[in-house]
């Protein structure tokens, strides 16, 4: 039975374009040359208006012909191929696939559609999209909390490589990998909706429900008392596909972290108190609290939240943070509670480089910027430099293997528009002329590529280019 990442290996046999700033293609030439790829009108998933004028609009300000291409293509790419909208026990619903998979990723379908959460406010199509979105994932969260992906029927059975897992699966989860981000997507989702539209009509009592049932898994999973419910091993020949020790994963001393057995890449935790996740948390149960207060009254549970937030905060701060031999400070990226530290960064957010982007520090944080200084360099055992760019992978595709994902949190992370425009460079040149962004590509090669359709690269990279031409706008003239 082929597993995951046997079913997204993809390859292109298409060469790339020049360097950036090289001579200008005209107009009519790049017109001929640059066809969008987007599908036609009719046989789009959904259309916003709202997203086609902000579409228009930053196209209109990129003066290279490919990277104008490349935008039109990606930014649009969630909204035209991978959302299903209905209604689900008479409420809205929606459901995001990943791409390539008929399923929904908790991770994936939320930061796919947060680049449109600054529109949504003047669009009532939008607004029903998100309102379903959240209605969906609070529906995904009380079917399994600990569950990362499910399927488009509730009631359908798992995929086809998540089937004969030592797990407690059930019927809707696609596969139950633990990871703590699972739950922390939905409420950065929920949270950025309200506070860019005021709508609260998604927030009712089923959400709620989920929401309580967020606040009782991380507070299982920082077993202080015992392993918890959560076990999870597969028959693989890959290691990173399963835990050890019956499932609950290496050995750790309790510190009031949340315990995650997976990444955001899917891969095994060696160490499973992860802390980029568990920033993430730290900011997720804040804006949490801040919801419940302000639309639901609701002051116990969010003095709940908050306490949980104050409490991991605390132990990620005093157990995960490194030392070199100058005696300078740097996150490290998993930890066990008992003295082990690792370092290194995966390209999957959350990571270490991308804490600012999410939120969980400002970008000229001290300890941040010396451990992004750490993570794009060789220190970094996953860090690949090439002839085709540089950047960061992780153990999902091997080494070698540089994921443009990275390459667009290093430019959102930056204030610098030299390193910025060294990025725009990087991926515009390692699509393999397919106009689309990819899951990796390879560091001399970008012709050896995993992933055709991977929406959320593709939809970050949009991101990236809107922030760019609002923020940097002269990089792209």
């Known amino acids: 039975m082929p597993t995951r990442r046997e079913f997204l290996k993809w390859s292109g046999l298409t060469a790339s374009a020049g360097l950036f700033g090289n001579a200008r293609v005209s107009r009519a030439q790049s017109a001929s040359t640059y066809v969008s790829k987007r599908p036609p009108l009719a046989k789009r998933k ?3 208006q709202a997203v086609e004028r902000q ?3 930053v ?11 490349m935008f039109e293509n990606c930014y649009p790419n969630t909204l035209d191929t991978t959302v299903e909208l209905g209604t689900l026990d008479g409420k809205p619903d929606t459901f995001v696939i990943t791409g390539d998979i008929d399923a929904m990723w908790m991770r994936d379908s939320s930061a796919q559609v947060v680049p449109y959460i600054p529109l949504a406010k003047d669009d009532p199509a939008l607004q029903r999209l998100f309102h379903g979105l959240i209605q969906r994932q609070a529906r995904c969260i009380r079917i399994d909390p600990y569950a990362n992906a499910f399927m488009p029927d509730p009631h359908a059975q798992p995929l086809d490589w998540s089937r004969h ?16 981000d699972s739950l922390c997507y939905p ?3 929920a949270h950025g909706y309200w506070q860019a539209t005021g709508d609260t009509r998604p927030f009712d009592d089923d959400w709620r429900s989920a929401m309580q049932l967020v606040l009782k898994t991380f507070r299982e999973q920082q077993r202080k008392h015992d392993h918890g419910p959560y076990h999870f091993q597969r028959m693989s020949e890959i290691p990173t596909e399963s835990q050890m020790l019956g499932g609950y994963g290496n050995p750790t ?3 009031g972290m949340i315990h995650s057995m997976f990444r955001p890449s899917d891969d095994a935790c060696i160490y499973p108190l992860f802390v980029p996740a568990n920033l993430f948390a730290v900011l997720s149960l804040r804006q949490l609290a801040q919801m419940s207060r302000a639309i639901h009254h609701d002051h116990d549970f969010a003095a709940q939240c908050e306490a949980l937030a104050k409490e991991v905060e605390q132990a990620v701060h005093k157990d995960g943070r490194m030392h070199d031999a100058d005696g300078q400070e740097f996150w490290a990226y998993e930890i066990d509670g008992i003295g082990n530290q690792l370092f290194m960064d995966d390209a999957n957010v959350p990571s270490l480089l991308g804490l600012p982007y999410l939120g969980c520090c400002e970008r000229n944080d001290p300890l941040y910027q010396n451990t992004r200084k750490r993570v ?12 085709a760019g540089e950047g960061i992978g992780g153990p999902h595709e091997g080494l070698r ?10 430019a959102q992370t930056s204030t610098d528009p030299a390193q910025i425009r060294q990025c725009l460079t990087w991926l515009r040149d390692t699509d393999a002329g397919s106009g689309f962004m990819h899951e990796s590509f390879d560091q001399d090669d970008p012709n050896h590529f995993t992933r055709s359709w991977f929406a959320w690269a593709n939809t970050l990279f949009g991101e990236l280019i809107v922030d760019v031409q609002r923020q940097h706008p002269q990089l792209l003239r």
Do not use: C, Q
């Open 46 to 48: 959904f259309t916003s």
């Open 253 to 255: 001393r309790p510190n």
């Open 55 to 57: 579409l228009a609009s």
């Open 401 to 410: 293997m540089i994921w443009p994902m990275s390459i667009m949190m290093y």
């Open 59 to 69: 196209k209109a300000a990129i003066a290279d012909p490919k990277l104008a291409w």
């Open 187 to 189: 409420i950065r989702l």
């Open 376 to 387: 794009w360099s060789t220190r970094n055992p996953y860090f690949f430099r090439g002839r």
């Open 165 to 180: 897992d030592h797990t407690d699966m059930k019927p809707g989860v696609g596969e139950r990998k633990w990871e703590v």
